[in-house]
């Protein structure tokens, strides 16, 4: 397990496929994501077993301290030889929105990603129209490259994404007066 303060970060086991279903196929919380039809149950089963064994792609279950799995998080794309990935975050209980607990997951992961995983630049997408995601992200230390203009397309419009990073010795400097 990689362990933060309010949350732990641990691999997807079968048993989390039920809450994983349930995540992905509400709109409420695929809203920002890119997941856009229906997902069947056997598609997340396959998902679910492949996402936390996989070279390119590592994904873990958000449980906090006492135990209660809220949501889902990794690092996709990794490419080892230019150091880099991009994180992917889900709070699934919508009841732990707003507490903190992602910006939390993502610290932990960060720390984990550039002191035991030695990359040097951890990347995302976030919809332009998501400052709390946004804000999140900035507290986290990311901060904004560029825009994608006219990136996705919902609910009849398109939008617009921003692309965020953060460095390891950027972290690592914050992360010292934390």
């Not at 809220?70 to 889900?90: C, K, S, V």
Request: glycine share 8%; net charge neutral; proline share 2%.
């Amino acid at each position: 397990m990689i362990v933060g303060q309010r949350v732990r970060l641990r691999a997807l086991e079968e048993s989390d496929l039920e809450r994983c279903y349930r995540w992905i196929n509400d709109p409420e919380v695929t809203e920002h994501l890119t997941a856009r039809f229906p997902i069947s149950t056997h598609d997340e089963r396959k998902w679910l077993l492949q996402a936390s064994s996989g070279d390119g792609d590592r994904s873990f279950a958000i449980e906090t301290a006492e135990g209660e799995h809220i949501g889902n998080i990794g690092l996709h794309r990794i490419h080892y030889l230019d150091r880099n990935a991009e994180l992917g975050i889900l709070i699934g209980e919508k009841d732990r929105w707003n507490q903190g607990y992602g910006t939390e997951a993502i610290l932990t992961l960060l720390k984990f990603a550039f002191e035991e995983m030695n990359l040097h630049r951890v990347y995302l997408r976030v919809d332009a129209d998501n400052p709390r995601a946004i804000r999140c992200y900035e507290k986290c230390g990311f901060v904004k490259e560029g825009t994608l203009r006219d990136a996705t397309y919902r609910r009849g419009r398109y939008k617009d994404q921003y692309i965020m990073s953060v460095l390891a010795h950027e972290f690592r400097a914050a992360a010292s007066g934390r």
